[in-house]
Every structure is written in structure tokens, then in C-alpha cells.
């Protein structure tokens, strides 16, 4: 499906974007675990790279949208699955994480368990949002709980 079908997509030109980043620096050709993909944005950009994207996504709703993108997508909260068997223990260049590691109970363990599935010269990119910026307290301090769907500043 062509980028500018769906709702968002990656302008690889915002370099100053948390999605631009993940997919700058994820790189191209790259075997990739995305964890929580949301709608599939990066996944598709990714994709549109030469990388074959694998997802695990909690939201079904979510996951039959990532699923146009991704070579393979697991529905599942990542921290109740058996990660020993995900994906038939494929191993993978990139794990990334796109701000959903500031939302588990124990990201530690995911990511210690994960890593152990990076190819030898594998790496992770994790975006974690700065609730410590001074805009983002401010806003809070003056009253401003935006509230989404998903939770505070989500």
C-alpha cells in the first residue's frame, strides 16, 4: 500500500522525529523485530528500505494494520508471550523498540531476553519519550492532562 494511503507516514527529510530516527537508524536491508508497531508506519517505511519487518502487537486492531508491512506479526502482549519460541527463533540485525518500552512492567527482561536474539552484529534502537523535558512538565504544571485514548501524554 502506498505510504500516502495511510493516515501518517515517515518524512525521512523531519530529522528531528522519533520515526525518522527509527527508521534512519535502522538502516536498510536489515532483518527486523518491531515491537508494538502500532498501525505499521515505521514498519512500512522500513519495508520501502529492502528490511523484512517481523511485529509483535498487542492490539488486534493494530496488527491487521501493521500486517500489510510486516513479513510475519505476532498478537500478543510481549511480556506474557514465550519469547524463546517467537518467531521459530529467528535471529534478527535490528530490535526496535518505538516508545512502548516506557509502557511495560519489566522492559529490562524483555530486552535482556530479546537480545539474545540479535545476529552477531545486531543492535537495538529504542525511542523512549523525555517526560523530563521542561515544555512536557510545564504543560503539566499548568493544568494540561491531555488525555488520548492510549494515556497521558501517549
Same mark, same amino acid.
Given at each position: 500500500?502506498?505510504?500516502?494511503?495511510?493516515?501518517?507516514?515517515?518524512?525521512?527529510?523531519?530529522?528531528?522525529?522519533?520515526?525518522?530516527?527509527?527508521?534512519?537508524?535502522?538502516?536498510?536491508?536489515?532483518? &527486523?523485530?518491531?515491537?508494538?508497531?502500532?498501525?505499521?508506519?515505521?514498519?512500512?517505511?522500513?519495508?520501502?528500505?529492502?528490511?523484512?519487518?517481523?511485529?509483535?502487537?498487542?492490539?488486534?486492531?493494530?496488527?491487521?494494520?501493521?500486517?500489510?508491512?510486516?513479513?510475519?506479526?505476532?498478537?500478543?502482549?510481549?511480556?506474557?508471550?514465550?519469547?524463546?519460541?517467537?518467531?521459530?527463533?529467528?535471529?534478527?540485525? &535490528?530490535?526496535?523498540?518505538?516508545?512502548?518500552?516506557?509502557?511495560?512492567?519489566?522492559?529490562?527482561?524483555?530486552?535482556?531476553?530479546?537480545?539474545?536474539?540479535?545476529?552477531?552484529?545486531?543492535?537495538?534502537?529504542?525511542?523512549?519519550?523525555?517526560?523530563?523535558?521542561?515544555?512536557?512538565?510545564?504543560?503539566?504544571?499548568?493544568?494540561?492532562?491531555?488525555?488520548?485514548?492510549?494515556?497521558?501524554?501517549?
Amino acid at each position: 500500500m502506498p505510504l500516502e494511503m495511510l493516515s501518517n507516514h515517515v518524512d525521512l527529510s523531519m530529522k528531528n522525529n522519533s520515526r525518522t530516527q527509527q527508521v534512519i537508524l535502522t538502516g536498510e536491508g536489515k532483518e &527486523v523485530l518491531e515491537v508494538g508497531p502500532g498501525e505499521g508506519i515505521v514498519a512500512s517505511a522500513l519495508k520501502d528500505r529492502g528490511c523484512r519487518v517481523f511485529c509483535v502487537e498487542k492490539d488486534p486492531e493494530l496488527a491487521l494494520k501493521a500486517s500489510r508491512f510486516a513479513e510475519e506479526i505476532i498478537i500478543g502482549d510481549i511480556e506474557s508471550l514465550d519469547l524463546s519460541q517467537l518467531f521459530r527463533g529467528r535471529l534478527f540485525d &535490528v530490535l526496535l523498540f518505538g516508545d512502548v518500552l516506557e509502557h511495560m512492567v519489566d522492559p529490562l527482561r524483555i530486552l535482556s531476553s530479546l537480545a539474545m536474539r540479535l545476529k552477531p552484529n545486531g543492535y537495538v534502537v529504542a525511542s523512549i519519550p523525555n517526560i523530563g523535558h521542561a515544555s512536557a512538565r510545564l504543560h503539566l504544571l499548568s493544568g494540561h492532562f491531555d488525555y488520548q485514548n492510549v494515556g497521558l501524554l501517549d
